[in-house]
């Protein structure tokens, strides 16, 4: 029998918790190889170049998946919210699995930016357990009419306040997010939370 927490993973492409227990059984469930990083809000001025924070500082950042140019991207995505401001800041996600329904977007094309390289690929992707999404406005560029097309429809379906999943994260608690199915976007930081919120974040790769 599935375990519950995994089973509402897969459902809802999300599994949020304050429980460390609860995180630490559902990490020991997923992929074996994994990648981890600390993240800290930063202001323009002081962010690494091609970064949403070097575009957005302290503002709200877009809707996006991590690892896009990466040939095999992450899968699961956990966040761990840390630092006593970390209910400050709302923390957004987004289902794009009906994007993936439609073939039509298939043929959409982007150019995507890696380090000082470019290669063109599609926001669907296939892999043999099914059809997938990924997509990041920072480092892809639509390269043909169904790609500008599709941007135009994933802002407007962004915008409907009835598909966005909203969180006020509390304090070490834990999202777990399926990156090939949702978008995830982080809210606006204040000056005074700088030091005193950050996330510690794990990748989960399929191999």
Not at 10 to 34: Q, R
Not at 50 to 57: A, R
Not at 116 to 132: E, H, N, Q, V
Request: glycine share 6%; proline share 6%; net charge neutral.
């Amino acid at each position: 029998m599935m375990d519950p927490k995994l089973q509402k993973l897969n459902a809802s492409g999300y599994f949020y918790t304050t429980s460390i227990t609860e995180a630490m059984e559902l990490a020991g469930l997923l992929p074996g190889k994994i990648k981890c990083h600390r993240l800290s809000p930063q202001e323009n001025e002081g962010a690494r170049s091609h970064t949403l924070s070097k575009e957005f500082g302290l503002g709200e950042f877009p809707f996006h998946s991590d690892g896009v140019n990466q040939p095999d991207p992450p899968r699961y995505i956990q966040l761990n919210f840390k630092g006593p401001d970390a209910s400050f800041v709302h923390f957004s996600l987004i289902d794009m699995t009906v994007f993936c329904e439609e073939e039509f977007w298939e043929e959409a094309i982007f150019s995507v930016r890696s380090g000082s390289k470019r290669f063109m690929l599609p926001c669907i992707f296939k892999k043999t357990s099914g059809k997938f999404f990924k997509y990041n406005p920072m480092i892809m560029t639509p390269l043909n009419n169904k790609a500008k097309e599709m941007v135009i429809e994933m802002r407007n379906f962004q915008n409907s306040i009835e598909q966005m999943i909203c969180f006020q994260p509390q304090e070490n608690s834990h999202i777990f997010i399926d990156n090939y199915r949702m978008l995830h976007s982080r809210g606006k930081v204040g000056k005074e939370s700088l030091d005193r919120r950050w996330v510690e974040r794990t990748w989960f790769y399929d191999n």
